[in-house]
């Protein structure tokens, strides 16, 4: 406790992001310490599992003791720990829950495992200090592209998920095949804002009638036929062109499935999370089609929905207050559901 406010510690390991944070009342940031590897992977055209562990090895102290630095905390002074235990890298994931769990046992602070999906969830807490459930959330990352209704703090029902990639795992895997690199989604969200997403017809992919799941794989057979069409034809490409092409047949499915949950649940407010919620034409274009429902969208800011530990203190801070308590026997689980 500091100035009577309850602060919680957040830690973030599970994919190429060694993160910590300090969170008041499990709503305000006082700091929020992400060293990313992104640099590192680069030269290998996406994360490597091995390098990735031994990188968050190398951090972990330093950034956590950041966290604390910035936020004007001592360590006496955090009431809790929230660790992300899953989903995620096994290697990267048991960094941070090794960490978290010495701590909680050297320092006698209560320790909450995290689902890293509550957590992108629990951003939105960040950034929106009046939002409370219910609301629809949708997750859109480079793992996981999920439908999911709040009803209550630390309550979550998964309405639909991808069945095969994720959006994320799309736009990288496209842009890829476009040449424009790693990570693809990003530059592929600039390359589109010079292209015309109407040039090529790609396919909108939306399973059976009222499913709210998703299918992505076809997109990048769909944009390699097309590059292998137009190269025998002799034609020039237009990468910008692929790109908004491609940008709008993914955009255009999330949003729509997205609003159509939240009027299926009576929904008012959608919440957007993960990496994919910082892309510019989706964050356009569920606005509109939500606001012709009277649905309001909420975004967090870029830093925010990409994997940090702020968004792990605001979801333990809650888990927390329901009752959750971790024991010091937690252990990484790599492929944990919602
Ligand atoms: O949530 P995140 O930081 O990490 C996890 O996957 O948990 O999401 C990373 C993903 C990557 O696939 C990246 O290409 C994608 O989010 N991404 C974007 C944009 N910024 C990041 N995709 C589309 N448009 C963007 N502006
Ligand atoms: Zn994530």
Redesign the pocket.
């Known amino acids: 406790m500091k100035n009577g406010q309850f602060l919680t510690l957040g830690i973030e390991t599970?994919?190429d992001?060694t993160a910590a944070s300090v969170v008041a009342d499990g709503r305000f940031m006082m700091s929020n310490v992400i060293s990313s590897q992104i640099d590192i992977h680069t030269a290998y055209g996406g994360v490597v599992p091995e390098i990735a562990s031994r990188r968050h090895l190398e951090r972990i102290n330093d950034v956590i003791g950041s966290a604390l630095s910035e936020a004007d905390v001592t360590k006496d002074e955090i009431d809790l720990i929230g660790v992300t235990y899953g989903p995620g890298l096994v290697g990267a994931l048991l960094i941070g829950v090794a960490a978290a769990k010495a701590m909680a046992y050297a320092c006698d602070i209560p320790l909450v495992g995290v689902n890293?999906m509550h957590g992108?969830i629990a951003a939105n807490y960040l950034e929106h200090h009046d939002l409370e459930p219910p609301f629809m959330a949708l997750i859109v990352?480079?793992?996981?592209t999920e439908i999911v209704n709040v009803p209550q703090y630390n309550k979550c029902e998964k309405l639909g998920g991808t069945r095969d990639d994720?959006?994320?795992?799309a736009?990288?895997k496209v842009a890829r095949v476009i040449g424009l690199g790693y990570?693809?989604?990003?530059k592929?969200?600039k390359a589109a804002k010079l292209g015309d997403p109407g040039s090529i017809p790609f396919k909108r992919v939306y399973l059976e009638q009222g499913s709210l799941d998703f299918s992505f794989s076809g997109l990048k057979t769909q944009a390699l036929n097309y590059l292998n069409t137009e190269k025998q034809a002799g034609r020039d490409i237009n990468i910008n062109n692929v790109a908004a092409s491609f940008q709008e047949a993914v955009v255009e499915v999330i949003a729509d499935k997205a609003v159509t949950a939240a009027l299926k649940y009576g929904q008012k407010q959608i919440v957007m999370a993960?990496?994919?919620a910082?892309?510019?034409r989706?964050r356009e274009l569920i606005g509109s089609k939500a606001a012709v429902h009277g649905i309001e969208v909420l975004k967090p800011s870029?830093i925010l929905?990409?994997?940090n530990g702020a968004m792990i203190a605001s979801a333990a801070y809650y888990a927390y207050r329901s009752g959750e308590r971790t024991g010091l026997d937690l252990d990484a689980v790599p492929g944990l559901e919602f």
């Open positions: 599970s994919c992001e890293h992108h990352s480079g793992g996981h994720a959006a994320g795992e736009f990288d990570p693809g989604g990003p592929v969200d993960g990496g994919v910082s892309n510019s989706l870029p929905c990409t994997d």
